[in-house]
């Protein structure tokens, strides 16, 4: 019986054995995955090298595509830049001993009470770009046979006020071909556009045809016949203005349209202060860029043309 017993109990523990081995290996291989020594354990990867590159590719461009960038705004800039301003120097009287003078009252002022003696001059009250071609000076000759006689080295034109009553678009195209006339008959003369003097603030209430809005809109457009190598532009508005206003200062004139005679001191003074130095030959006029092609009106010519005037100007 204690056999029969003993036999059960081994048979029971064998079944036993066979029923957990199972568990017992599964759980101790567990338990020695967990227990894994943490040399044997392999941490995330995180290629720094390789997020570093991706970042710069987010946040940087290749060296070729900056360079090619730069040079474009270089070119870009050199494109779209405008051409600095002339360097006007201070010059002394003697400059203006070749120099001619072409103008309204506002240049006879210039001649009468000014500092310039040595100058030449073509003036006269009431001028205009509409009577060159028929306005005699006092030995009997045109501004045109007074160019095509004479070189000179500087030539200086204040036309303008007495054009106010005209077409501005013919006024325009008349002044634009006179300073092509000057190029092609003193090619190697500096060119100065003058610009025309404000009137005063009284003067503008008169109402008629002279204000500084009109004066204005002539002097701009003759502004933009001046290209910075031959032909320049001189505004001496800024010398005589109110600034508060933009019209000619009361204290300077009698008449609103016209500074007093000690003024023209001053104004000489100025342009002594304004002088382009000297003349780069390599600028020279060509004859085939004197008269451009798109010009109606030939140089010179305004008897082919009938015009009146609608008011008739006298400064």
Known sequence: MNKFKQCLYTVLLLVTC???????????????????????????????KKNDNEEETTTEMPE????????????????????????????DPSYF?????????????????????????????????????YEYD????????????????????MLGINELGNDFQYTSELYRNFIEYVKQSQPNAIIYILANLHVSQYRETEGDLVNNTAINAVNESTAQLADGKTVFYLDVNQIFDDASTGSLMAECTSDGVHVLAKYYETWCQWLCMNTIPVFNPDSEITTDEIIPETSDIPVGDTQNYDYIPEGELNY
């Open 97 to 133: 001993d070749d120099a001619l003078f072409i103008g309204d009252s506002r240049t006879v002022g210039i001649r009468d009470y000014g500092t310039l003696p040595n100058a030449s001059y073509f003036c006269s009250v009431g001028l205009a770009t509409y009577k060159l071609e």
């Open 18 to 48: 066979l029923v957990a081995s199972p568990l017992i290996f599964r759980q101790i291989w567990k338990s020695s995955r967990d227990v894994e020594p943490a040399s044997a354990k392999k941490p995330p990867v995180i290629d720094l």
């Open 138 to 157: 006092e030995s009997g000759i045109t501004v045109y046979d007074k160019l095509n006689s004479n070189q000179y080295g500087k030539v200086y034109i």
């Open 64 to 91: 070729t595509e900056i360079l090619t960038e730069t040079v474009t705004e270089i070119a870009t800039e050199e494109v779209t830049t405008e051409p600095p301003p002339p360097d006007f120097v201070e010059s």
